[in-house]
């Protein structure tokens, strides 16, 4: 305790949590070493990359909440700045509801994979959920009501999987969208 090598172990453990994807676990240990080594160089990092565990974490409002709490007089001010100035533009993300990609696909199969962008998946979705409708209706109207129910057994199994697909396709397009806008703000503020 109170030599250097204490310091940079402490810095260490936090880069080790941050850098293994620990980022809630990361931030506590930043803030601990915040109030530790207030006075060191390195304090003032530690604001910064308690701000990067909020954004990696997709706690964004937090990130912002830190960045607004950098000192005038820090060191880190301008960088939190500029960093909070571009960090304010997740909120102009293009994204897509998730609510309303399902329920276009429960409506016409694939129509809410095409709304999340994933053109392929809907045209599967809408070839194979009305190729089981027909091949169901037709055994039907040839009275083959063994094979109807057999076909509207699978049917009910590819209609609901498509209606989770479309779901699933809305969240990944919005996960594709945050994770670009993210590896845009590390070309610039991560320290």
């Given at each position: 305790?109170?030599?250097?090598?204490?310091?940079?172990?402490?810095?260490?453990?936090?880069?080790?949590?941050?850098?293994?994807?620990?980022?809630?676990?990361?931030?506590?240990?930043?803030?601990?070493?915040?109030?530790?080594?207030?006075?060191?160089?390195?304090?003032?990092?530690?604001?910064?990359?308690?701000?990067?565990?909020?954004?990696?974490?997709?706690?964004?409002?937090?990130?912002?909440?830190v960045?607004?709490?950098?000192?005038?007089?820090?060191?880190?001010?301008?960088l939190?700045?500029?960093?909070?100035?571009?960090?304010?533009?997740?909120?102009?993300?293009?994204?897509?509801?998730?609510?309303?990609?399902?329920?276009?696909?429960?409506?016409?199969?694939?129509?809410?994979?095409?709304?999340?962008?994933?053109?392929?998946?809907?045209?599967?979705?809408?070839?194979?959920?009305?190729?089981?409708?027909?091949?169901?209706?037709?055994?039907?109207?040839?009275?083959?009501?063994?094979?109807?129910?057999?076909?509207?057994?699978?049917?009910?199994?590819?209609?609901?999987?498509?209606?989770?697909s479309?779901v699933?396709?809305?969240?990944?397009?919005?996960?594709?969208?945050?994770?670009?806008?993210?590896?845009?703000?590390?070309?610039y503020?991560?320290?």
């Amino acid at each position: 305790p109170g030599t250097p090598l204490a310091l940079q172990a402490s810095w260490e453990l936090g880069e080790t949590y941050y850098k293994s994807g620990q980022y809630i676990r990361a931030a506590a240990h930043y803030k601990k070493f915040e109030e530790a080594f207030p006075l060191d160089s390195l304090a003032h990092k530690a604001q910064i990359r308690v701000a990067w565990c909020s954004v990696r974490a997709r706690e964004y409002r937090d990130a912002q909440e830190v960045l607004t709490h950098v000192a005038k007089e820090s060191p880190s001010y301008d960088l939190a700045q500029g960093f909070l100035k571009d960090l304010n533009g997740i909120s102009d993300l293009s994204r897509k509801s998730p609510a309303l990609a399902g329920a276009l696909s429960a409506v016409i199969p694939g129509t809410g994979q095409f709304y999340a962008g994933r053109s392929m998946d809907g045209m599967a979705a809408l070839l194979l959920n009305a190729a089981f409708i027909f091949a169901a209706v037709e055994a039907y109207n040839y009275k083959l009501y063994g094979t109807f129910g057999i076909l509207l057994f699978f049917e009910t199994g590819w209609y609901g999987g498509n209606i989770y697909s479309a779901v699933s396709s809305a969240h990944k397009y919005n996960r594709t969208q945050e994770d670009t806008f993210i590896r845009g703000l590390e070309k610039y503020w991560e320290p």
